[in-house]
């Protein structure tokens, strides 16, 4: 059997939040009918926050109720910042949250208006209230801060040791700005792994300086087996000066199945399906490479 890995499809929030257009309801779900029929089976559909933060959200609620209604086998999640967001998710019937807190203190501040300690905090009420509700951690800012800079490898493992002792059993080691290296990939993994062997990691790797695979490759061949990235690479942070394209989703799945990985996705139909996302969404940064490929291999 050759190893699976598992993409976790994150377009509709990371993705579209940075697009001051509004997208019509009726194209976001066309675009996830698209992901689901190419067959991702995870999908972060959308993020529970402040629509005055990030107004493409507003219409959070709906996107969930319809996908949650239609699609019984595929794992939807969702971006969720505080108590209230995590509130409304568990009301339209999500039952898994990524809850996003940042290593960087000042893009922490930048992004969610808390200090460290409030996160956690306002993560503790989260879970005392919803203890139902999967929390997996989205760790941003994990490889460097457009603020702060980087940080050492310990650090991160250090700063988790909150989490975990909430009760915190997986994390999204996140590259918001695309700042990581293979070498930095490999050694915060190996040190997280050493601290938490029991934890289950996945990746988030944008893909700012053309690095955004060998990043996630580094990050595979060290163990982690979960995949974060977007259709088309379309996304960045609206909160990080600098933070660009996603991990092309089309392009990840490309490799992994070419190398005999396991991702159970049928590679045309992505690609398909992002040049269809780029044909509705004109105002997005998409890094992607292989929606720009006219030329086809002989088979
Ligand atoms: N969903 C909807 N509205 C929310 C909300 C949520 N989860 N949380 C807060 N709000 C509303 C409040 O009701 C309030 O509205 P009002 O001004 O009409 O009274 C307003 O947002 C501000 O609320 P407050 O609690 O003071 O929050 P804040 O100003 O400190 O902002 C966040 C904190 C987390 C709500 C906000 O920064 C946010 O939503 N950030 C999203 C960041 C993001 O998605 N970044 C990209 C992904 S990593
Ligand atoms: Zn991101």
């Known amino acids: 059997m050759n190893k699976q890995i598992d993409i976790y499809e994150v377009g509709p929030r990371d993705g579209f939040q940075n697009l001051r257009t509004y997208i019509p309801l009726e194209e ?7 992901l689901v029929a190419s067959g991702i089976k995870h999908i972060q559909i959308t993020s529970f926050v402040s629509p005055k933060a990030i107004p493409q959200m507003k219409d959070a609620a709906e996107v969930a109720r319809i996908c949650l209604e239609k699609y019984k086998n595929v ?21 898994k949250i990524s809850y996003v807190v940042s290593l960087s203190a000042s893009h922490n501040k930048a992004n969610i208006n808390r200090t460290h300690e409030e996160s956690c905090e306002e993560l503790r009420k989260i879970m005392e209230r919803y203890p139902e509700l999967y929390v997996c951690i989205d760790l941003a800012t994990a490889f460097g801060c457009p603020f702060e800079g980087k940080v050492p490898a310990e650090a991160v493992a250090a700063f988790m040791k909150d989490y975990v002792a909430l009760g915190v059993h997986e994390f999204n080691l996140c590259d918001t700005i695309g700042v990581a290296n293979p070498r930095q990939v490999r050694e915060v993994i190996h040190v997280v792994r050493a601290a938490y062997p029991d934890l289950t990691l996945q ?17 595979i061949e060290a163990g982690v087996d979960r995949i974060q990235s977007t259709l088309g690479g379309l996304g960045g942070c609206p909160f990080a000066p600098g933070a660009s394209g996603n991990l092309a989703t089309e392009d990840i799945v490309y490799m992994l199945n070419d190398m005999g990985y396991d991702t159970g996705i049928n590679f045309d139909e992505l690609l398909a399906a992002s040049r269809r996302e780029k044909e509705t969404i004109t105002d997005g940064v998409f890094s992607g490479h292989h929606m720009n490929i006219q030329n086809k291999m002989a088979e």
Do not use: Y
């Open 28 to 34: 976001k779900l066309k675009i996830i009918d698209d």
């Open 75 to 95: 794992d939807f999640f969702a971006l969720v910042p505080n108590l209230r967001g995590a509130q409304t998710a568990w009301e339209v019937g999500i039952r």
């Open 203 to 219: 990746v988030h790797i944008h893909d700012t300086r053309n690095m955004g695979m060998v990043n996630t490759l580094a990050a």
